[in-house]
Each structure stands twice: as structure tokens, then as C-alpha cells.
T-cell receptor
């Protein structure tokens, strides 16, 4: 079982719709959770981070964390074609071998104009 | 401008020829890390450093070395590169490792090809 799992997609949504991206993780030692956006050939760009259960909103983005169910999600409201990218979920914490960051393989999002 | 820089951005080399990829950050961050990104595998952590002179292995350390002699620099060394190290490499840094301020910021990436 992968430690951080994401649906690879592609997820296709029309412009203006809500895009919902999900991520599950296996290690209960995970302390902090991140969503990055990555355009092809570019470096990951931090969108949201969340540490506590519940929702965290920043503009059009909302991150949701449920530690009991071990999932974290990202909602993108009013999706724009410029949101088309790969979204990476990452978890950080004290895992076997030390303090590490583990990334999911990413979900590709396409927003159709 | 606060940033993480990497050099070179692109490198084509041959098997066995030692190379170093430099990484530098100007944000006084304590934590620095190297990742490689391969299609379908996502980002995998190679090595990380909690502070000067403190380094530790990530999930895929074989064939790599690092050093942290200064807070701002964290070079990645490939003593004898092999074709399976062809990949896109990213350096990243974060202020701390606590639950506040541990967001990582990434450099622009180094695309390495080993022939």
C-alpha cells in the first residue's frame, strides 16, 4: 500500500465548477499536510497547508483534513483554465527513519473553457 | 527576493563522471531537502538536513551524497552517476519542522540526463 495515495486522473471539470481532489495517507504519525500545484516542467508551488482537523479556506481554495479517516482534500471553487495542472498532496512527520516528507503521485486536473 | 536556487538547470553527463548540483536559499531556513521526480512515481525524498552538519537519508539515498557546511547551501553529489539517476531533481527548504512554518519552498529544478 502506498503511503500517500491520490487518484492520478485526469479529472476534468468545466470552467466555473468546483474541482474536488482527494488524498489518503497511511501513517498516523503524519503531522502536517500540504497541497502543491505543479505545471508541466515546473517546480511545485505551495497552495495550502493544514495541520488540524476541519476546513481551512484561502480564496478559491479550501483544504479539508480528517485525521480519523486519514484523508485530506482540496476544493477549488470557480475553477479556471489556469488551474489546469497536477496537484500534489504531501504529508510531513516523524516516520520510520526520521522527519520526512512523503508525496503522492499527483492528480492531473483539466479545466475546460 | 526570497528564493531557492539550483544550478545547473540542465545537465547531460556520462556514466561515472562525478557531478555536483548546488542548492542555495536566502531565507535562513533550517530544513533543506533534495527530491527526485520520475513519471508516475511522484516526488521522492533523497536526503534532508535539519540544520548545519545534520543530514539524514530520505527514501531513495543510494548513489547520492550531501553536505551541509553552511546554513544556506545544500549540494547534492553524485560520485559515479548511472543512467537510472536520470531524473528531475528539486531542492526545497522550510523554516522549521514544527507545525508552524514547515511549509517547503522549491527550487526551479535540475533536469539531469546520464548517458
Amino acid at each position: 500500500q502506498k503511503e500517500v495515495e491520490q487518484n492520478s486522473g485526469p479529472l476534468s471539470v468545466p470552467e466555473g465548477a468546483i474541482a474536488s481532489l482527494n488524498c489518503t495517507y497511511s501513517d498516523r504519525g503524519s503531522q502536517s499536510f500540504f497541497w502543491y500545484r505543479q505545471y508541466s516542467g515546473k517546480s511545485p508551488e505551495l497552495i495550502m497547508f493544514i495541520y488540524s482537523n476541519g476546513d481551512k479556506e484561502d480564496g478559491r481554495f479550501t483544504a479539508q483534513l480528517n485525521k480519523a479517516s486519514q484523508y485530506v482534500s482540496l476544493l477549488i471553487r470557480d475553477s479556471q483554465p489556469s488551474d489546469s495542472a497536477t496537484y500534489l498532496c504531501a504529508v510531513r512527520g516523524y516516520f520510520t527513519g526520521g522527519f520526512k516528507t512523503i508525496f503522492g503521485a499527483g492528480t492531473r486536473l483539466f479545466v475546460k473553457a | 527576493e526570497a528564493q531557492v536556487t539550483q544550478n545547473p538547470r540542465y545537465l547531460i553527463t556520462v556514466t561515472g563522471k562525478k557531478l555536483t548540483v548546488t542548492c542555495s536559499q536566502n531565507m535562513n531556513h533550517e530544513y533543506m531537502s533534495w527530491y527526485r521526480q520520475d513519471p508516475g512515481l511522484g516526488l521522492r525524498q533523497i536526503y534532508y538536513s535539519m540544520n548545519v552538519e545534520v543530514t539524514d537519508k530520505g527514501d531513495v539515498p543510494e548513489g547520492y551524497k550531501v553536505s551541509r557546511k553552511e546554513k544556506r547551501n545544500f549540494p547534492l553529489i553524485l560520485e559515479s552517476p548511472s543512467p537510472n539517476q536520470t531524473s528531475l531533481y528539486f531542492c526545497a527548504s522550510s523554516l522549521t519542522i514544527g507545525t508552524s512554518g514547515n511549509e517547503q519552498f522549491f527550487g526551479p529544478g535540475t533536469r539531469l540526463t546520464v548517458l
